[in-house]
């Protein structure tokens, strides 16, 4: 494209701020808050300190707890009138020594790019070396029954359904073999289960994830292999039987004490009245953890910081929040939602990003039946103001460490970022700081600040 | 973010299919649209061919005229009634060796990462040696006048305005110093000019493009260098005088035989009204032209391919076009629109895919006076199709080599990618396959389809 001038200049069609409860001064206001985030280097900065620095930080881990100082020094130079650091009891788990995943074919042998599952046990010291067995989902297990997998290793390989337009659907629809998969292969008698990696990317990139033992079953190990190593499998166990050799050192289970890192600043009218703002801290072990879930900490931090740049004095007290533990485990949110609930205190509001640091799509709302209908209602008034921002509001979930908070019937929302290539980096040693587009995670902050304006000036009503 | 099971699932709030002349069988066959294009890498296979073995490719260069075979030769598989190429004459530039822009402060001597801009003239052999001055605007020139221009090498350095939410609208606010600066520089004797190269990152990146010279100014070289080096040439111009030396080899304008390809299906009802899909096949000579515009060209490509896949049998004539010389002279766009002109040939509808391969956020309209209003009546009745997603019809330019075909009152479209990196790769080493995201790419494809079956079966009444 050469064109040299304003051909881009595009005329809404749609009537702008035809709604009469938001002024032309609120839509001055958001580019306000527009211009002061989109002319800082700040998220990005600490983005890159969080990723690139201190990297990886699942729960309990040492740089869990440096995210933990970084994100706390953080919050003592943007002003508020208090920042601590709230006590949470993690599980640790630690990945061990590098995974070794062999495949033995007549002759050859051929090592897989894996890892091994969250919360998996290791291997025992010899390793375990069988038979694979292929399926495509946990009922086919269940139809394999004992007699096709007993004694072998389950590998699960219904890949992500490409033709879901949300990247999100197609993980839904696809993940429960992460999850559940090791448990399903121990109940017939299976030695552990591999699984497909969760990503519409066809590469050599494992990725993690958490899985959950069911508890009346034996506990086998999980792991994960790349989706060319899963054709792969797949490709040869259709010419003749494939063995297996993994062998992975996985400890689970201490229990350590770590932190949500919290922000506040009283507000002037509504003090009683929370809004929050928040991502999570925790990331997994592999890769910076830039996207999931760094953006969203940037993103809440970058609140902040643009509401002191515009000068803007909140009418609710205003809390950013750093929540621990929501890979694998979610002590940070349950913790955090008990505490406030002991304390009385009410959250109008609860705002979370953890759908990465890609360009803001939209803002999917929740809350509680009684008067989630009413809360939606009301916002709802404010759409004409994102539409020039490219966001929408629709209706939906909201965010997994802010979920506990839904009893106290204040509105949730999630801050949702295109989905079209989270997947790639989701889990993986790949989610860095290259991956992430400084202009795009700063327009996140900008919509995450405007909705924090508009609740705050003119809350639920 | 860990949670396992549909928690993206998502309500929209607005009635899908609230107008009556759409119909559900509409929203199943746009699905099925989107079903074909997002399970074949055909597209992106095309790409990876075009951007990383053919490469850049200046119209009229050896990669030119084989981006040309090899687009006719994947046209000649994709079941058209006819395919030809259509010549058309364009003028030739070669940037010569490798540009040597060096700074010489004090004692010191530094190297600027520089390309000289499509157009430019060649230095003499022995260069050029001059001091610096920088302005920030061709106004800034015309104040300084003889005095402060004449002899010396004029710095462009007026940034993109990172506050544009639509980064093209940023790079129309700016680009006037790298289409003009030349010969605004000329113009009071200046010797060359040097421009901070259009992109919002801040990097080590120059940036090719267009300069235009005026008739009757003296030509003289014009050159792009990184904003990273802008930044750091600024700066030393705050402390000291400058002197630059600058060494380009470029041999601008003899003329050249070649072609737009295209292919056409003729239709089954109205085969005299032309529905028209293209991007341009030209790029510049850096880089592999991967988003500019090897995308809009396989998008084009890929409607053929996906109306095949899923039997469609158009109406109306589809053509295929993929035009040459976009991005410096638009020889292609006009001779097309000049033929068509004397073959009495109507265009019914023209859509240009120009801006990426990246996630499709809107369809931009445009027409003739005329008659445009209505058109945009009659296709804004098919924007709750679109909604689920996340594309936006709005009224704006369309693409620049459909423009000619405008005074034929048909209708014109431009498909809108999100623009946020655009200017990161544009014009630049980096547009390289890399870049695109094979998703993203396809949605593309899959939107301009589902426009182009709307079309065909409503017409634009």
Redesign the interface.
């Known amino acids: 494209?050469?064109?040299?001038?304003?051909?881009?200049?595009?005329?809404?069609?749609s009537p702008i701020l035809a709604q009469s409860t938001v002024s032309d001064d609120d839509a001055l206001y958001i580019k306000d808050i527009?211009?002061a985030t989109?002319?800082s280097n700040q998220a990005f900065d600490w983005l890159y300190h969080l990723s690139e620095n201190i990297g990886g930080r699942l729960a309990g881990s040492v740089a869990a707890e440096s995210a933990v100082e970084y994100t706390k020094s953080i919050m003592d130079t943007l002003g508020f009138t208090k920042v601590w650091k709230q006590p949470c009891e993690v599980v640790r788990w630690n990945r061990g020594e590098k995974e070794q995943v062999t495949v033995h074919i007549g002759k050859t042998f051929h090592e897989l790019n894996a890892l091994a599952l969250g919360n998996s046990i290791g291997t025992s010291e010899n390793g375990i070396y069988a038979d694979v067995v292929e399926v495509k989902s946990l009922e086919e297990v269940d139809k394999l029954g004992r007699e096709g997998v007993e004694g072998k290793i389950v590998f699960y390989n219904r890949p992500m359904d490409?033709?879901k337009?949300?990247?999100?659907?197609a993980?839904?629809?696809a993940?429960?073999q992460r999850?559940y998969g090791a448990s399903k292969a121990a109940e017939y008698g299976g030695l552990a289960s591999i699984v497909r990696s969760m990503t519409?990317a066809q590469d050599d990139v494992p990725h993690t994830?958490?899985l959950v033992y069911k508890e009346d079953q034996p506990k086998v190990p999980g792991l994960a292999i790349s989706t060319n190593d899963a054709n792969f499998l797949s490709a040869q166990l259709k010419e003749q039987p494939v063995k297996m050799y993994i062998k992975t050192s996985c400890t689970p289970g201490d229990t350590a004490q770590s932190y949500n890192v919290i922000g506040e600043i009283k507000g002037s009218e509504h003090p009683e009245k929370i809004i929050l703002v928040g991502g999570h801290l925790d990331s997994w072990d592999v890769g910076g953890g830039a996207h999931?879930?760094g953006s969203g900490c940037v993103h809440a931090l970058q609140v902040i910081q643009t509401l002191n740049e515009i000068g803007y004095r909140p009418r609710h007290t205003i809390r950013c929040v750093m929540f621990m533990n929501?890979?694998?485990g979610l002590a940070g949110g349950r913790t955090y939602a008990e505490v406030a609930n002991e304390k009385n205190e009410f959250h109008l509001a609860a705002i979370e990003s953890?759908?990465g640091g890609f360009?803001p799509?939209?803002f999917?709302f929740d809350g509680h039946a009684e008067n989630f209908n009413d809360f939606?209602a009301a916002v709802?008034k404010w759409t004409p103001l994102f539409e020039?921002?490219?966001i929408l509001?629709?209706?939906?979930?909201s965010g997994?460490d802010i979920g506990p908070l839904k009893n106290q019937k204040g509105l949730l929302a999630g801050l949702?970022t295109?989905?079209?290539?989270y997947f790639?980096y989701?889990h993986t040693d790949k989610d860095r700081i290259e991956a992430v587009?400084k202009?795009?995670l700063q327009?996140g902050a900008a919509a995450m600040t405007s909705l924090v304006y508009l609740i705050d000036k003119y809350g639920l009503e």
């Open positions: 494209m050469a064109k040299y001038f304003l051909i881009f200049l595009v005329v809404f069609t527009h211009n989109l002319t490409p033709t337009i949300r990247t999100f659907n993980y839904g629809g993940v429960d999850v519409l994830g958490t999931d879930d929501e890979e694998n953890d759908s360009v799509r939209s999917s939606y709802s020039s921002y490219g509001f629709e209706t939906g979930g997994a949702r295109d989905s079209q290539k790639d989701h587009n202009r795009e327009l």
